[in-house]
């Protein structure tokens, strides 16, 4: 598999927090939705499963909470098994897609619900009540019914109660899918912000690859019941193990071709164009594959200086310029791609190009990913 | 505030709504005609019977206005002029053959007095009253039921056109010429028999209940192709006649039925202490709750189904119990199923009439059975109609107690 990195279990000095070993789960006992999943999340992380719906990530979260279980395998939590642990003695924090909270319930004994289920006294109940309302800037709703509050507000007092009882390990279900764009921003920076105040290890489940790199320490990218890659959000972006994650994280642009050499640090690809192409190998093995190059809209370079000694040059045709106000974007075909886009930011001395218009850019070795087929 | 051409706007808005409010109206028309016509307006006139008591006035009007100036308090008989004044409205009445209506209508009160009636009128029909020969002490030789003063009471206590007497009958009191006052105690059989319809309406409500409550659940968490087959089973007496479904619990229950014979059969009872569970109260329970049992699973189910798991999930994430996250999230949010589930079975009870009838034998009936005897066997339609207007008063002041208490808001049907 080239030189991918040992992204998978990075800590084998057995100290995670929260560790999938060999965890495999099956509803009908035909196809398994989750296959040999293991990881590691150390305590403090916050740690995104993103991936289309039906990778299997949610039901990831759902057998670490404890409403699915295993079909093989072992999830540990500070070491020990919870396997046979009920989901209520477990002490996960949780919060749903669409809140769940109590209809019948004022917020206050919403959020007082998981302190009285542990006996805890009206006093520290009250005290803590009114700590966690604080912490989410809504002091104030403590006598609202859930209906009565917007979704961003409802989000807030769903993310105080799964805190309100101090969990180590908080786990979220595309908390913010219901909201628009804007407050989702907003919410996705006082949840990370809350969590690393607090301390807490945080798994995050979205689709939504935006929220992922910007909240994360570490993204799982899940795709078919596999962990396609597990690495840091830049690392994710910059440097896809696969063309699954290329594709799925950020705008990617495809270039199909065969592998025409290969050495330990540079493939040259063929593309079906005809032009050759020198790239990072990935995932490539063998001369004569098929392979896909990744490369980022934003890296194609049309300014031929700033290119490196290993950099390609290619000629392509453009289709169609877009004005983005802070952008440009141009879509071009070349090497037999139709819809090759350039991303460039709107500086004043930026080149604005027409359809039609034949353009030269450049692509950098370390830019152009060789990826499997 | 005005449109554009001056009108108020007020005005424009009425004019252009009323043309869609026209088309609301026309398409609800015909079953509002239908209901008024087959509903409202027989029901209507069947209340009214309760305290409609015309029939006395009009076929003894002058013996009426005679016993106006009489004492019925006293214990002196009426005078010449009453016993002339009824003989006159008696022939009269013989004539359009009237006479035995009123002495069934007076017989409700008093027995005998449709035999009196009756018997008198063969001899009375031919007398001459032209002569003005004295007809007090003739009309006493017919029968000395007429030389007593009860006899002229009860006429002159139930000749007033609106009455309040069936209604009294119906709570075990009478009409006497001192006010109302109780029945003698072996005719109290009402009241006891209204508590016992409340009683028994209430058990078998409890019972659909703790028996509907895990079927709905049941239903309500498993996945829709399994659930919709199920529901059907829930749905397959509604297919089966009820006259059918009652006589099976009859086989099933009387004493040489499947249940005893079966018991007898493992060695449980002996022979001759077969179970007495039919033709009685428990009979009734058992085959109601059974009839019913639809009416509250399917509320409580529709209700069920829009609580989304997740709830459930939440409140176990959060450290409840299984129990403690049913009780205090999960059955709080079923309430208005049961709110719904209860007061349908519940009314439904109440009136109930085929069931108690087949299997309740003589301690398991219910109030409707009496009304249904008094219908069509008595023929007392004006006591019928008081015990139903009751029945119909109890529904709605528990209806009202109870959007008192649970609020009829929180009941959902689906």
Request: hydrophobic share 45%.
């Amino acid at each position: 598999m080239g030189t991918r990195e040992p992204s998978l279990a990075l800590d084998e000095t057995n100290n995670a927090f929260v560790r999938f070993d060999r965890v495999q789960k099956s509803y009908d006992g035909e196809s398994l939705v989750v296959k040999d999943l293991n990881l590691d999340i150390p305590k403090g992380e916050f740690l995104t499963m993103l991936g289309p719906s039906g990778s299997g990530k949610t039901t990831c979260l759902m057998m670490l909470a404890g409403f699915e279980t295993a079909t093989h395998g072992e999830i540990l939590l500070d070491g020990v098994s919870i396997n046979n642990i009920p989901p209520h003695k477990r002490g996960i924090g949780m919060v749903f897609q669409n809140y769940a909270l109590f209809p019948h319930m004022t917020v206050a004994e919403n959020l007082s619900f998981p302190l009285e289920v542990r006996n805890m006294g009206k006093s520290e109940r009250e005290a803590k009540v009114k700590r966690a309302l604080d912490m989410v800037e809504m002091g104030d709703f403590g006598g609202r019914r859930p209906a009565q509050l917007s979704g961003g507000q409802q989000q807030r007092i769903a993310l105080a109660r799964a805190l309100v009882f101090e969990p180590e390990l908080v786990l979220m279900d595309e908390p913010l899918g219901a909201l628009d764009k804007q407050l989702r921003e907003k919410m996705q920076f006082e949840i990370t912000r809350l969590a690393h105040n607090l301390g807490i290890t945080v798994v995050y489940v979205t689709h939504d690859q935006t929220e992922a790199l910007t909240m994360s320490d570490r993204v799982a990218v899940f795709n078919d019941g596999v962990i396609q890659q597990l690495a840091r959000p830049d690392m994710l972006y910059e440097r896809p193990d696969n063309s699954f994650v290329a594709q799925f994280i950020g705008e990617n642009n495809t270039l199909e071709g065969t592998v025409k050499s290969l050495t330990d640090d540079t493939a040259v690809v063929e593309l079906d164009g005809g032009l050759q192409l020198q790239c990072e190998p990935i995932n490539v093995d063998n001369v004569g594959q098929r392979t896909r190059v990744s490369v980022r809209p934003e890296r194609a370079e049309l300014n031929l200086n700033n290119l490196s000694q290993d950099a390609c040059t290619l000629t392509g045709t453009v289709q169609e310029f877009i004005y983005m106000g802070d952008i440009f974007r141009t879509r071009i075909s070349v090497a037999g791609c139709d819809d090759f886009i350039i991303k460039t930011p709107n500086s004043p001395n930026q080149k604005r190009l027409s359809p039609g218009q034949n353009v030269k850019f450049g692509l950098n070795k370390k830019d152009c990913r060789a990826l499997d087929p | 505030m005005e449109v554009a051409d001056g009108t108020p706007l007020k005005k424009s808005l009425a004019r252009s709504l009323r043309k869609e409010k026209l088309r609301a109206l026309a398409l609800i028309a015909p079953l509002l005609i239908f209901v008024l016509v087959t509903f409202v307006l027989p029901i209507g006139t069947m209340l009214t019977r309760s305290i409609d008591n015309s029939i006395v006035e009009e076929i003894l009007p002058r013996t009426v206005l005679a016993l106006e100036d009489w004492n019925e308090k006293g214990d002196e008989l009426p005078n010449e002029m009453v016993f002339r004044s009824f003989v006159e409205d008696f022939q009269d009445a013989i004539a359009d053959k009237n006479h035995t209506k009123i002495g069934s209508r007076l017989n409700y009160e008093v027995s005998g007095m449709s035999s009196l009636f009756r018997k008198s009128a063969r001899k009375v029909k031919k007398w001459d009253l032209t002569d003005n020969a004295p007809i007090k002490q003739k009309l006493i030789e017919v029968n000395k039921a007429w030389g007593d003063v009860e006899t002229w009471a009860v006429i002159k206590t139930h000749s007033v056109a609106l009455t309040n007497g069936y209604f009294l009958n119906a709570v075990d009191m009478q009409r006497t010429p001192f006010g109302a006052q109780a029945q003698p105690e072996n005719k109290q059989v009402l009241v006891k028999l209204f508590i016992r319809t409340l009683k028994m309406s209430l058990i078998i409500t409890g019972m659909c209940i703790l028996l509907g409550y895990p079927v709905a659940w049941l239903l309500a968490n498993l996945s829709n192709r399994t659930s919709n087959l199920l529901l059907i089973l829930v749905l397959l007496p509604f297919w089966t006649s009820l006259l059918v479904r009652t006589s099976a619990w009859k086989v099933m229950l009387q004493n040489q039925g499947v249940i005893n014979d079966l018991l007898v059969w493992i060695g449980l009872i002996t022979d001759d202490s077969r179970l007495e569970i039919i033709n009685n109260q428990f009979g009734t329970i058992v085959a109601m709750t059974h009839i019913l049992l639809p009416f509250m699973i399917l509320p409580m189910y529709s209700v069920m189904k829009t609580i989304p798991p997740s709830y459930l999930r939440a409140a176990k994430s959060l450290g409840a119990t299984n129990w403690t996250a049913f009780w205090r999230v999960y059955f709080p949010q079923s309430v208005p199923g049961i709110g719904a589930g209860s007061i349908l079975v519940f009314i439904l009870a109440i009136g109930y009439y085929i069931t108690p009838e087949i299997v309740g034998g003589t301690d398991g009936i219910f109030i409707s059975n009496r009304i249904a005897y008094h219908i069509s066997s008595s023929l007392n339609w004006g006591l019928a109609s008081a015990l139903g207007a009751i029945l119909l008063g109890v529904v709605l002041i528990l209806y009202w107690v109870y959007d008192k208490i649970v609020g009829i808001d929180n009941v959902k049907l689906g």
